[in-house]
């Protein structure tokens, strides 16, 4: 199958993909067959502090979605790749008792259309994007795509819980407000990337922070080299 000439992010931004960094315009953008996305850094911090989340992050954690527990300076390597129009992505975390990756797929929501995750793309939208998370795939996340300052940022506006072939959409009152911010530190000459989860009258239940450096990078070399 040949390649999309644009990423679900290119096409959810439009003509305002322009206004992103040069490093985050690579970054979002169609990875060429045959070759791999490598990002490697450090998680600064990674989880959450509510203990009684645990034991359900517990069942995430095995679906390859997310980790219970609160977690410091975390090594990290993610892979990106554009695979049958999504954008998808692996997150290997180096935890102290052994490897966890976290996996999903990207895909383009266009401006008033209906998505997996349920109703409307508002009209007044360029589109958007659906992360689907998990293997199995577990969550969908429907997020608002902005450029604020050259980065990127997504907000959360449905979310979706998946059991088999059913999607059970989460109402307003219960859904969490997930926030991604990607941003170029041109200081540190790398990439930042932060995450925050709050639900309503609970607050804050997740959150990660860390920077990486990334490259393309041939996967036939990256297979036989290691890199």
Same mark, same amino acid.
């Given at each position: ?6 990423? /679900? *992010? ?13 490093? %985050?315009? @690579? *970054? ?6 045959? /070759?791999?996305? #490598?990002?490697?850094? #450090? ?6 502090? $509510? ?6 992050? /517990?069942?995430?954690?095995? !679906? ?13 390597? #993610? ?31 266009? $401006?008033?259309?209906?998505?997996? #995750?349920?109703?409307?793309?508002? !009209? ?33 506006? @449905?979310?979706?819980? $998946? ?26 000459? @790398? ?9 309503? %009258?609970?607050? @804050?239940? *997740? ?14 070399? $990256? ?5």
């Amino acid at each position: 199958m040949s390649s999309p000439s644009r990423s /679900a *992010y290119e096409r959810a931004l439009g003509a305002r993909v322009a206004e992103l960094h040069p490093v %985050l315009r @690579r *970054y979002f953008a169609v990875i060429p067959p045959g /070759a791999v996305g #490598v990002g490697e850094g #450090v998680f600064e911090s990674f989880g959450t502090q $509510r203990r009684w989340l645990w034991p359900v992050l /517990a069942i995430a954690k095995r !679906c390859g979605v997310i980790v219970p527990g609160v977690h410091r300076e975390v090594p990290f390597r #993610v892979e990106n790749r554009t695979e049958d129009g999504e954008q998808t992505a692996t997150r290997t975390m180096k935890f102290d008792d052994g490897d966890w990756s976290m996996v999903d797929a990207v895909s383009f929501v266009p $401006r008033g259309s209906r998505s997996e #995750v349920g109703g409307e793309v508002p !009209c007044d939208s360029q589109g958007g994007v659906v992360d689907v998370l998990g293997k199995p795939s577990i969550v969908e996340a429907e997020f608002a795509v902005d450029v604020v300052n050259g980065g990127l940022r997504l907000r959360s506006r @449905r979310i979706a819980l $998946r059991a088999g072939g059913l999607r059970l959409p989460m109402p307003l009152v219960l859904r969490p407000v997930i926030e991604l911010s990607e941003r170029f530190d041109d200081t540190l000459d @790398r990439q930042r990337v932060e995450l925050n989860v709050d639900v309503p %009258l609970i607050g @804050r239940v *997740y959150e990660y922070s860390g920077t990486f450096t990334y490259r393309i990078v041939s996967e036939y070399l $990256r297979s036989t080299r290691g890199n």
